[in-house]
């Protein structure tokens, strides 16, 4: 029996050592740190709003009044303004906030989608974060859906069909802002 046991120590002594010199202490660290956070972070990611956006239309949520924004734009609570050009959501300009801040009442996400528009204006194509605003239900105002240069849900970070206010403490999605963060 002895001898089976020692056949077994070497064997998988063998074998270890030559994990070892193939991968070393760093490769080991890394893919189990992958396997512990993905298998807490996946049931934490956001969930698709889609569905939403067929009974907002049925409501009839597709106009807004015409307000001047920050950047004295008489079209901001219009679909077709240049900045919503990948947005999905409820428009804030019609919502009690502004292109660039949440209504009161609610928060900016935490995270968000990255569009990248042009601006009719200058020619220049512009960077704009897609901030959901959180903390109250939703606007029921002014509902967007551009897909400009969208990518699937996989892509998050250009995904506009997420509910981004997951990452905040109340989960309530209520409008979307535009903010400009860079030229492209």
Wanted: a positive charge; hydrophobic letters at 30%; glycine letters at 12%.
């Amino acid at each position: 029996m002895n001898w089976l046991l020692s056949l077994i120590d070497r064997v998988t002594e063998r074998r270890v050592r030559q994990a070892a010199h193939v991968h070393g202490r760093r490769s080991f660290v890394t893919r189990l740190g992958t396997a512990l956070v993905g298998g807490a972070i996946l049931p934490m990611l956001p969930f698709d709003r889609s569905g939403q956006f067929g009974s907002a239309m049925a409501a009839g949520a597709s106009g807004g009044s015409k307000t001047k924004t920050p950047d004295n734009s008489p079209d901001a609570t219009q679909c077709e303004y240049w900045r919503y050009c990948a947005i999905d959501g409820f428009l804030c300009t019609c919502c009690g906030g502004t292109l660039t801040q949440c209504p009161p009442g609610t928060e900016a996400s935490k995270v968000s989608w990255v569009g990248t528009c042009l601006n009719p204006q200058d020619g220049r194509h512009y960077l704009i974060s897609y901030n959901d605003c959180c903390g109250k239900g939703s606007c029921g105002e002014c509902l967007c859906n551009n897909n400009e240069r969208e990518r699937p849900g996989y892509r998050l970070g250009v995904h506009n069909d997420i509910n981004w206010c997951m990452a905040n403490t109340s989960s309530m999605f209520h409008c979307t802002t535009a903010l400009i963060v860079g030229v492209a």
